[in-house]
């Protein structure tokens, strides 16, 4: 089972604050509805915002994602490990750099474990890239910033890529 990953952030380092958190299970051929989903209420004593993307936000068509009423980001870490379960196959993000490298200091922070291996991590630009190399059309939506949105796109993008590349899973 694959997972594909996206975080939403108000900076960009690897203590940013965390305020969406979206992921999709599917494999070869079907993307799995029963979708991650979860806006988070930061803690920004631990995970400080940074002007540029505060201003990012500002200047994007979808209002920032805040909400006073979100739940607070340890409990959606323990609900995103229990969505994940025990057989992660492989875990794509856009990158793996960004989203899973905060997303792991966020698990740490909390003294919560990584669900996680290393090895799982697969990364969804690198896949796309091979494929434009390879001169396979990649149809090329620009991001969202709706997390869930975005996720769901990048994993049907790996399932067109593998089946054009006749790769297989």
């Known amino acids: 089972m694959d997972i594909m990953l996206d975080i939403e952030t108000l900076a960009t380092h690897k203590r940013a604050p965390i305020i969406e958190i979206a992921a ?4 070869a ?4 509805p029963n979708y991650f989903h979860y806006f988070i209420k930061p803690d920004f004593s631990r995970f400080p915002p940074d002007n540029d993307t505060l201003l ?15 739940p607070l980001e340890p409990i959606v870490l323990d609900r995103l490990t229990e969505w994940m379960g025990l057989s992660i196959g492989r875990l794509w993000a856009n990158s793996p750099s960004f989203d899973l490298a905060i997303l792991s200091e966020h698990y740490l922070a909390y003294g919560m474990p990584i669900p996680w291996r ?11 890239r091979l494929a434009e190399l390879l001169d396979y059309p990649v149809e090329r939506q620009p991001a969202t ?24 899973t």
């Open 145 to 168: 910033h709706e997390a869930l949105d975005d996720a769901i796109q990048q994993a049907k993008l790996v399932q067109a890529i593998w089946k054009g590349l006749s790769l297989g």
């Open 24 to 27: 999709v299970k599917f494999d």
């Open 118 to 128: 290393y090895r799982a991590e697969w990364d969804f630009r690198t896949l796309r």
């Open 29 to 32: 051929g079907t993307i799995y």
């Open 56 to 70: 990012f936000w500002l200047e994007q068509p979808r209002p920032m994602p805040l909400s006073k009423s979100a």
